[in-house]
């Protein structure tokens, strides 16, 4: 699913949006204390996610399901307002990728 040179992060920021992506592995989660932006490859947004998915956390550790709406990819975005990056479940990683929205 993923390469071990890259890690899959949920990322929420202070404009409530939630991306799925990849972040270098060795990367911190943030860049330098004077900056809330974070750059991350094969981004994917969640739009909507249904109840069933119990919330954000939910989507870190189980993914998207087929009630939820999740954008197409893009190659690369820098995400700001960076409120909270979580690892992402190998799991949750296949529900991403098999979600784009229909």
Partial sequence: MTGTSTRPVVVTT????VFFGLIPAGEV?????????????????CVYWSEDVQGILGLASDGPTERCRVTRQVSKMTVTEVTAVMDVSDKAVKAWQDRPWS
């Fill in 29 to 45: 989660f943030l860049h330098p204390a004077d900056s809330k932006a974070l750059t991350l490859t094969d981004v994917q947004m």
């Fill in 14 to 17: 202070e404009h409530k949006g």
